[in-house]
């Protein structure tokens, strides 16, 4: 089924899972574990925003590599929205078309939640859509690996994606093909040093203010309490302020990028189309697959919408990065090194 000329792809992301992976990935093993009381108390402290927004997922490279394989028939993302953490990418998962499954909080009796909720559906996916063709699972856990091998029995072609080292060995084999998230075009690797520093950075995983330590007295009369019960507030105020402002500078980026230069915004696509689509023996591709592809990411692309008569000029516009080799009627492109 995996060489069906009209490939249909199903996508679903395990988000919590992407998200608290390359957070460890970024600054080392069991960071996020390290860091999850003072995220979710309060993700504006300064410290914790940084460590935050260096490892932020590109959520558009991930979706952008699994339309890569086909047209995307459904993409489907699992997390608990409501956590600030997650907010800050509704925003842009909404944008392209990603339907947000909501988990409540995990307690000791949802911890796999996620998974089962996944799995569920998307065995309920594939008898419901028999022509799907391929599946991406974007997830590490080893307890997908029954997912995996259920699809492949049904004649689907599987593609795991996850964080080199949170991924669990047994799942990339049990799939047909596994991608390292960090091996995505425009994603930016972490830097290694960087990581073993911080991951050799010690302890004091619990900070407090000087007021915290004033008050933490047993015998604490009712001031006491009452100022502990205002510290809680507000910090649950400003968790809540930063979920907001995270989520109208997201907007805000969405008006900046709809009022970017489209050549520019061309350009790029044009690139990541040849470096997704450059997985073969050659390293040569038929313009018009690539052209396909392009549409597949962004079905708003059109190479007469940016002034170019064919897609041949639009690639000829682009030799900076694309190098062209016409032969009779076959036109072959290529990234230029």
Same mark, same amino acid.
């Given at each position: ?28 093993? !069991?960071?996020? =574990? ?6 979710? /108390? ?15 997922? #590109? ?17 489907? &993302? ?13 925003? !842009? ?37 028999? #022509? ?35 991924? %669990? ?18 994603? /930016?690797?972490?830097?290694? &040093?960087? !990581? ?9 995983? =619990?900070? !407090? ?28 105020? %400003? ?8 989520? #109208?500078?997201?907007? #805000?980026?969405?008006?900046?990028? &709809?009022?970017?230069?489209?050549? /520019? ?22 313009? =018009? ?15 007469? %919408? ?32």
């Amino acid at each position: 089924m995996a060489e069906t000329q009209d490939s249909r792809v199903a996508v679903y992301l395990d988000f919590d899972n992407i998200v608290m992976s390359w957070y460890d990935r970024v600054h080392g093993r !069991q960071a996020y =574990s390290r860091d999850r009381h003072r995220i979710a /108390e309060d993700p504006t402290e300064p410290e914790i925003a940084e460590r935050l927004a260096k490892a932020t997922v #590109d959520v558009g490279a991930v979706i952008d590599y699994a339309a890569s394989f086909g047209s995307l028939m459904l993409t489907r &993302a699992y997390a608990d929205w409501s956590s600030p953490v997650n907010a800050i990418y509704r925003t !842009q998962l909404v944008a392209r078309a990603v339907d947000l499954v909501q988990l409540f909080p995990a307690a000791a009796y949802a911890k796999n939640g996620a998974d089962i909720r996944l799995a569920v559906d998307t065995v309920e996916d594939l008898y419901l859509m028999p #022509d799907l063709t391929h599946v991406v699972i974007v997830a590490g856990d080893s307890d997908y690996v029954p997912l995996a091998q259920r699809c492949r029995r049904l004649g689907r072609y599987v593609i795991a994606m996850g964080v080199a080292g949170s991924t %669990a060995k047994s799942l990339a084999a049990a799939c047909d093909e596994f991608e390292s998230y960090e091996n995505l075009p425009g994603v /930016e690797r972490p830097a290694a &040093a960087a !990581q073993k520093s911080r991951s050799r950075r010690g302890g004091g995983g =619990s900070s !407090q203010t000087s007021g915290d330590s004033d008050s933490s007295g047993e015998g604490g009369g009712p001031r006491t309490r009452s100022r502990r019960s205002a510290d809680a507030d507000a910090k649950a105020r %400003a968790a809540e302020h930063a979920a907001e402002e995270a989520a #109208d500078a997201a907007e #805000d980026a969405e008006d900046d990028e &709809a009022g970017e230069d489209p050549r /520019e915004a061309a350009t790029r696509l044009l690139q990541r189309a040849l470096q997704l689509g450059d997985r073969g023996d050659s390293d040569w591709l038929h313009a =018009s697959a690539v052209k396909s592809h392009m549409r597949r990411m962004d079905s708003s692309f059109s190479e007469k %919408a940016i002034g170019f008569k064919s897609f041949n000029d639009f690639l000829k516009g682009n030799a900076a990065i694309a190098e062209l080799e016409e032969s009779g009627h076959e036109r072959l492109v290529r990234a230029r090194e």
